[in-house]
């Protein structure tokens, strides 16, 4: 088990360049049934965004979790048990 370390982003909900720095489980992406996988991420003022993880560890796409569309719930009740291990 190894944990991978995305390219830092700036956070949507913040607006003002804060960085966010993410580690997730290689295993994570690799045992993925689709990509990319949605992933939770905690900034450094606590907003919850989801990132859209593709096979190359790259972030493809990031969403604030409170604004996610009724079409991506499924992936995030997928990750709620890694929500709740923050
Ligand atoms: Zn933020």
Redesign the pocket.
């Known amino acids: 088990m190894a944990n991978v370390r995305l390219n830092p982003f700036t956070?949507p909900?913040?607006g003002n360049g804060?960085l966010?720095n993410v580690e997730i489980d290689e295993d994570t992406i690799k045992n993925a049934e689709r990509l990319p996988k949605a992933v939770t991420a905690k900034?450094?003022?606590d907003?919850i965004?989801v990132l859209y993880v593709d096979g190359s560890f790259k972030i493809r796409d990031i969403e604030a979790a409170l604004n996610a569309s009724e079409d991506k719930k499924d992936s995030l009740d997928q990750t709620e048990d890694w929500l709740s291990g923050l």
Do not use: G, K
């Open positions: 956070c909900t913040c804060t966010v900034c450094s003022n907003h965004l």
